[in-house]
């Protein structure tokens, strides 16, 4: 593989992991704010977009070791995978159990 083309890995890679760790930082601040302080003012515009962003920056990594870690970003962020379970929950709590 050339130079260059590892060199713009790791730099596509880097930029799609920063905004990644933004994105969850965000995130798990409004998930704080509406379970512990029951501040329900902000809401997530893009919940999945995190995750999702985390994801390809690791699976387009130039690290071959770490490729098959994909999934984690997605499992981290609070608003992609434990912020739909938390709503699937509570749908099916609303629905069954109210």
């Known amino acids: 593989m050339s130079i260059l083309l590892t060199i713009a890995q790791w730099a596509i890679a880097s930029f799609l992991f920063l905004v990644f760790l933004l994105a969850a930082s965000l995130n798990l601040w409004i998930g704080w704010r509406e379970l512990v302080k029951r501040d329900y ?16 920056s690791i699976a387009i990594s130039p690290l071959e070791q770490v490729r098959g870690l994909w999934w984690v970003p997605a499992l981290i962020d609070y608003g992609c995978i434990p912020y739909l379970l938390l709503g699937l929950v509570m749908a099916i709590k609303e629905r069954y159990f109210v």
């Open 41 to 56: 003012r902000g809401v997530s515009v893009l919940p999945v977009f995190g995750g999702l962003v985390g994801s390809i």
